[in-house]
């Protein structure tokens, strides 16, 4: 039997917008290895989140999914994390210029391993993050990993699981 799903999440980072090139524009890892500097993105300020640029594929697979989930009844939000308050602002300035959700369907939490608490059995999270798709789905969730090359993702979606 599949997996009747309610409500779907979306990971902003990496999935609908990309930090990777901001932080390349920026600047923004560490000199001795591949990891977020942190403290610069914190001098930088919420510009750093809410002037990421979209990921094409991303939002294309958001727009479809919104599409698909206003017809079935399915709230469709955000599920994302960050630990600096400036990246909270700059993330919520990044949702209203492109998604206007309400804010009861945006949920950022303060680190990535905290997504899993939001995990049930009629959620599915959309995540390019691993270790984030397995713990959510340890925890009684659905989830799927995001690839942009994966042109698939959205008939995954439709054919693994039901709706409504």
């Not at 901001?22 to 923004?28: G, K």
């Amino acid at each position: 039997m599949k997996p009747k799903i309610k409500k779907i999440y979306f990971d902003m980072d990496g999935v609908l917008c990309d930090f990777d090139k901001r932080c390349d524009e920026l600047s923004c890892w560490k000199e001795d290895c591949h990891k977020p500097d942190w403290a610069k993105m914190s001098s930088i300020g919420s510009e750093f989140w809410s002037l990421m640029e979209p990921i094409p594929e991303g939002m294309e697979l958001y727009n479809s999914i919104k599409k698909f989930a206003d017809k079935h009844n399915i709230q469709v939000g955000i599920l994302s994390a960050i630990h600096l308050e400036c990246g909270v602002a700059g993330k919520h300035s990044w949702i209203k210029h492109y998604l206007d959700l309400p804010s009861d369907l945006v949920n950022i939490v303060r680190n990535g391993k905290m997504k899993h608490r939001l995990a049930s059995p009629d959620v599915l999270l959309i995540d390019d993050n691993e270790n984030n798709v397995s713990d959510f789905i340890a925890d009684n969730g659905n989830a799927i990993q995001f690839d942009k090359n994966n042109h698939n993702i959205f008939n995954d979606i439709v054919d693994n699981y039901e709706f409504g």
